[in-house]
């Protein structure tokens, strides 16, 4: 089992950009899938992007694709959000989830039940 810490979080401009966190604890970072999704009051928490065990796939939601990346370190146990261009629809508390579940492409790994560990979340606000 896995814990997981994000960071990076601010108040920031519209077209700013702004790296993201997730540094995870207690077992090998290697066997966890990582994705990023974000969450907005009164809405359903929304996914935004993943990354395969080893990084070399990366999947996105429209919203970000071209924007964002998403990329990890498993050596430091930490996996980066990148974001550029923000928009004020970035407007969001961000949350970083694993599973040792496997990716099976992007319809898999934007459903919420794989992920068995969440962090705690960091705020993103984007001012237009």
């Known amino acids: 089992q896995v814990s997981l810490v994000e960071s990076g979080g601010g108040l920031v401009q519209a077209g700013d950009s702004l790296r993201l966190s997730c540094a995870a604890s207690?077992?090998?970072?290697?066997?966890?899938?990582v994705a990023w999704f974000r969450h907005v009051s009164g809405e359903e928490r929304e996914f935004v992007a993943a990354?395969?065990?080893?990084?070399?796939?990366?999947y996105y939601s429209d919203s970000v694709e071209g924007r964002f990346s998403i990329s990890r370190d498993n050596a430091e146990n930490t996996v980066y959000l990148q974001m550029n261009s923000l928009k004020p629809e970035d407007t969001a508390v961000y949350y970083c989830?694993?599973?040792?579940?496997?990716?099976?492409?992007?319809?898999?790994?934007?459903?919420?039940?794989?992920?068995?560990?969440w962090g705690q979340g960091t705020r993103v606000t984007v001012s237009s």
């Open positions: 989830a694993a599973t040792l579940r496997g990716d099976y492409g992007l319809v898999d790994v934007q459903r919420r039940d794989p992920y068995d560990t």
């Open positions: 207690g077992r090998a970072f290697d066997d966890y899938t």
């Open positions: 990354i395969s065990r080893s990084g070399i796939r990366t």
